[in-house]
């Protein structure tokens, strides 16, 4: 896998920004007419369009805490797709810790369009049930 790769940059950028919750930098990221696809039957889930309604949620998943970390990429020049860990550091023992895949589709530079796909869909929908 080539590290140099523009759609990794991109995505690399992305963690980045989120780690650090810049929403502003995130938007610079997206593409206007994005799509993010959120599997599940939790209130969070459903898919988002344009940046307004992508930047909503993850406003809505910083209530939580919700952090992100790469594990693996890889790329074309159309596609990333990346596993990586997520949790949750909201008090008490009841925090999400799971895995996700998420396949990012790349257009002229921005990230046009994401599908989530989480380690244990019901462990995702239990927590933001109960917590959401």
Known sequence: MESSHPNLQLIHNFFQAYAANNLEAIEQILSPDIQWVIPGRHPFSGVKQGTGEVLTYFK??????????????GVNDRYVIDCHLNWSN?????????????LWEIEAGKIKRVYNFPQDQHVVDAFFMTKG
């Open 60 to 73: 809505q998943l910083g209530t939580f805490a919700f952090q992100a970390q790469p594990i693996v990429m």
């Open 90 to 102: 909201l008090p008490g023992d009841d925090n999400l810790h799971n895995m996700s895949c998420l």
